[in-house]
């Protein structure tokens, strides 16, 4: 007699499961079909009051989990190939996971990532998803963190500080804004833009990369230690949204540099691929700006004024502990 577990994952997610692979969510294993290609695996979890809020929508949840992974395998180079599903749940609440099922099935088909096994468990606790996705690249070229070097433009994608901004309005704490740019910021911290259409530009032309989710600065740092640089970014050319700007005197630059939960990619792209990497990214349609160059030495990177004065951080990056 099949469990609730089993009626749960069939109701749900086993019409998610498309993929030939997924051999129905009917077995304990997927398989993942060879190629010549590497794989690159990635995990991230998002933890109700951690990384989302208890009265965000059930589809914003479902895309941010699938996407926050999707946004790693993007800043390795990587085309996605697939995930696996952990649910932690207080309760098989039709009203939670009807939404959330459909909105995790539209970004595995619009993102060409299919579910392909997974589990389902209670907990008394806070509601926990986890993927584990995995993505292909040709044979030796994931882009690593470790290759910045010296010289090196610092690049980032998109927009910077929106996501944090938009936890800040959730929670009361950013007022002064037009009801438009408030739905903009609260938008971006719930439902992340991978920037999946630039793996293959990162993959071609940078020399190294990561994606945004911590904090520019401190994800910078972080880039800089791996590759034993340092980095000099001149504040006033980190890419901000309208939004953003005009949240700026309330919230500081401090906040927007080292909020978290952007999930842009930031890279090192060499002086002469920059051009060649610019024009992969505007025909891929995403926006990148030229913040900063790589420098020799193993100081943390500095941020300067327009002055080109050091700007001091008391904050870097969110950190779980």
Do not use: W
């Amino acid at each position: 007699m099949p469990s609730g577990e089993d009626d749960l994952i069939a109701k749900y997610f086993k019409p998610l499961a498309t993929d030939a692979g997924a051999l129905g969510l009917v077995d304990d294993a997927a398989v993942l079909a060879a190629t010549a290609d590497d794989l690159v695996l990635t995990t991230d979890a998002v933890v109700e009051g951690v990384h989302f809020l208890p009265d965000d929508p059930p589809h914003t949840i479902a895309r941010k989990a699938l996407r926050v992974n999707l946004s790693d395998l993007a800043a390795k180079g990587a085309t996605p190939a697939g995930f696996l599903l952990t649910l932690a749940l207080r309760s098989a609440d039709p009203a939670f996971l009807e939404p959330f099922a459909a909105a995790l099935g539209e970004d595995a088909e619009t993102y060409r990532c299919p579910l392909l096994g997974g589990d389902t468990v209670s907990t008394p606790g806070p509601l926990m998803i986890s993927v584990t996705a995995f993505g292909r690249v040709p044979p030796g070229r994931m882009v690593r963190r470790d290759r910045l070097r010296a010289g090196d433009l610092i690049v980032v994608s998109g927009t910077i500080g929106d996501a944090a901004l938009g936890l800040d309005v959730l929670q009361g704490r950013l007022t002064e804004l037009t009801t438009d740019h408030q739905a903009f910021l609260i938008d971006r911290y719930r439902q992340p833009q991978p920037r999946s259409a630039l793996a293959v530009a990162v993959r071609d032309h940078a020399g190294a990369a990561m994606d945004v989710s911590d904090g520019l600065a401190g994800d910078l740092a972080k880039l800089c230690a791996a590759s034993g640089v340092s980095a000099t970014i001149n504040a006033a050319a980190v890419p901000l949204s309208a939004a953003a700007r005009a949240a700026f005197g309330q919230a500081g630059l401090a906040r927007l540099l080292s909020g978290g939960d952007d999930y842009e990619i930031l890279c090192g792209v060499a002086a002469d691929a920059i051009d060649s990497f610019k024009a992969a990214a505007d025909a891929a349609g995403v926006p990148v700006a030229v913040i900063g160059t790589a420098a020799p030495g193993s100081a943390p990177p500095q941020f300067l004024d327009t002055d080109q004065r050091p700007i001091a951080l008391k904050r870097s990056s969110f950190s779980h502990f």
